[in-house]
């Protein structure tokens, strides 16, 4: 079973910029998470979403969005980029994101720079 | 507000020594802890996963425990190499299906 996968895995953007990243996860997972990972914050959660539904967000400003398709891949968008957006964006997925046996699988991530 | 700690945050062993990671967590309400592995630039990979209700997981070399009503969790790995050495981050799993992580502890295994 093929795991999460993650595209584009590296992108450099200028401040103002907006990007979109995607996340396509493991056949048959519901629920896609999506992590932000720094030096100096660490990993920290923006938002899970279940069946097309953002169930939870982060405490993350609004230029950061996202959204959830039929077939369960999901793509997050960051609008008007700033430096400290750089960072490593990761994607989980699980069954159905709740419970005591869920296991999050996550992807490689994307590396996003933001000069 | 949930918070994670895990000490130390770096550890240098000699390769074949047993070393144990501990995970600390302030507030006892969650559906599980896992523990994951990350290599320099690259995802996480889950490791083990503890259910609230039970004490421990294994898996080949690494044990992890938990003792949900002290909000604390430790990783056991047996027998270390240099394979190892990779950053180990624990995470609980909590209300609002989310996880909360730890700053992770950076292990370097010499040979």
């Known amino acids: 079973k093929a795991g999460v996968t993650q595209t584009p895995r590296y992108l450099i953007k200028t401040r103002g910029q907006q990007v979109t990243l995607s996340c396509s996860p493991i056949?048959?997972?519901?629920?896609v998470s999506w992590y932000q990972q720094t030096p100096g914050q660490g990993l920290q959660f923006l938002f899970e979403?279940?069946?097309?539904?953002?169930?939870n967000k982060g405490n993350f400003p609004g230029r950061f969005s996202g959204r959830q398709f039929s077939n369960s891949r999901s793509e997050m968008n960051v609008s008007t980029l700033e430096l400290g957006d750089s960072a490593l964006y990761l994607c989980?997925?699980?069954?159905?994101?709740?419970?005591?046996?869920?296991?999050?699988?996550f992807g490689p991530g994307t590396r996003l720079t933001v000069l | 507000k949930q918070e994670v700690t895990q000490i130390p945050a770096a550890l240098s062993v000699p390769e074949g020594e047993n070393l144990v990671l501990n995970c600390s967590f302030t507030?006892?309400?969650?559906?599980?802890l896992q523990w994951f592995r990350q290599d320099p630039g690259k995802g996480l990979t889950s490791l083990l996963l503890?259910?609230?209700?039970?004490r421990e997981q294994t898996s080949g070399r690494l044990n992890a425990s938990l003792d949900k009503s002290s909000g604390r969790s430790t990783l056991y790995i047996a027998a270390s190499q240099p394979g190892d050495s990779a950053t180990y981050l624990c995470?609980?799993?909590?209300?609002?299906?989310?996880?909360?992580f730890g700053g992770g502890t950076r292990l370097m295994v010499k040979p």
């Open positions: 989980a997925s699980s069954l159905d994101g709740g419970g005591s046996t869920d296991t999050q699988y």
């Open positions: 056949s048959g997972h519901r629920s």
């Open positions: 979403y279940f069946s097309e539904t953002q169930r």
């Open positions: 507030d006892s309400a969650i559906y599980n």
């Open positions: 503890i259910q609230s209700s039970q």
């Open positions: 995470a609980v799993y909590n209300a609002g299906n989310m996880l909360t």
